[in-house]
């Protein structure tokens, strides 16, 4: 049945200032929250699920039918040179995968690896990557480069049955520069180590 609500909960300050008078003639009370409930529950959900979004797996996806640029990509994993540990695996160096467009020199795609590399691994973010390239349209690259040979005798006839290059080079130059200048910016002089915090003491540092 038609109703009007005794209030109406609204998220922006400038519409319960443009409403509140207009809605009282009607006898609806208009009241400013930042975060309505369950409003934002729903839009950190749907946040969630944006980014949380799964793809079909790698052999699902036909990627001859995305169009074809000219971009040139290069793939391989990379070995975190620290050490991490949690309860289930005890210490060790995580696994991440990075995908590079080599003339502009843009990571298409950074992840952790679900566990060692893996030839099957690299051709599935490769495929994820083609279809979600940096949050731009589905696109084919015309060449992939590699170092690994593993990864290329794997990659290769699958790309190439799909009118992508795949070539095999002694060292990914564009790949390690990326790696190296990602690096350097974790340590510039403002880097600095929790206890060198103003007024940081052993009993905070404990906590």
Same mark, same amino acid.
């Given at each position: 049945?038609?109703?009007?609500?005794?209030?109406?909960?609204?998220?922006?300050?400038?519409?319960?200032?443009?409403?509140?008078?207009?809605? +009282?003639?009607?006898?609806?009370?208009?009241?400013?929250? #930042?975060? $309505?409930?369950?409003?934002?529950?729903?839009?950190?959900?749907?946040?969630?699920?944006?980014?949380?979004?799964?793809?079909? $797996? +790698?052999? &699902?996806?036909?990627?001859?039918?995305?169009?074809?640029?000219?971009?040139?990509?290069?793939?391989?994993?990379?070995?975190? /040179?620290?050490?991490?540990? =949690?309860?289930?695996?005890?210490?060790?160096?995580?696994?991440?995968?990075?995908?590079? &467009?080599?003339?502009?020199?843009?990571?298409?795609?950074?992840?952790?690896? /679900?566990?060692?590399?893996? $030839?099957?691994?690299?051709?599935?973010?490769?495929?994820?990557?083609?279809?979600?390239?940096?949050?731009?349209?589905?696109?084919?690259?015309?060449?992939?480069?590699?170092?690994?040979?593993?990864?290329?005798?794997?990659?290769? $006839?699958?790309?190439?049955?799909?009118?992508? +290059?795949?070539?095999?080079?002694?060292?990914?130059?564009?790949? =390690? &520069?990326?790696?190296?200048?990602?690096?350097?910016?974790?340590?510039?002089?403002? #880097?600095?180590?929790?206890?060198?915090?103003?007024?940081?003491?052993?009993?905070?540092?404990?906590?």
């Amino acid at each position: 049945e038609p109703a009007r609500p005794s209030t109406l909960v609204v998220c922006r300050r400038d519409f319960c200032a443009a409403w509140e008078a207009l809605l +009282a003639e009607i006898g609806v009370r208009c009241q400013f929250k #930042k975060d $309505p409930q369950p409003v934002g529950q729903l839009l950190e959900a749907m946040g969630d699920a944006i980014e949380k979004r799964e793809l079909p $797996p +790698a052999e &699902d996806i036909d990627i001859r039918a995305f169009p074809q640029s000219d971009a040139v990509w290069q793939a391989d994993f990379i070995r975190s /040179p620290a050490w991490v540990m =949690n309860e289930q695996e005890g210490s060790y160096r995580p696994w991440s995968v990075l995908v590079l &467009d080599k003339s502009r020199s843009i990571a298409l795609t950074t992840s952790h690896t /679900p566990g060692d590399p893996a $030839p099957e691994m690299l051709l599935e973010f490769l495929v994820r990557t083609m279809a979600q390239p940096g949050g731009e349209s589905a696109q084919r690259p015309r060449l992939v480069e590699v170092s690994d040979s593993d990864c290329y005798d794997h990659l290769r $006839p699958r790309l190439e049955a799909a009118g992508v +290059a795949c070539r095999l080079v002694d060292e990914l130059s564009e790949f =390690n &520069d990326f790696c190296l200048r990602l690096a350097r910016s974790f340590d510039g002089l403002e #880097k600095c180590a929790l206890a060198d915090g103003q007024d940081v003491t052993r009993a905070h540092m404990e906590s």
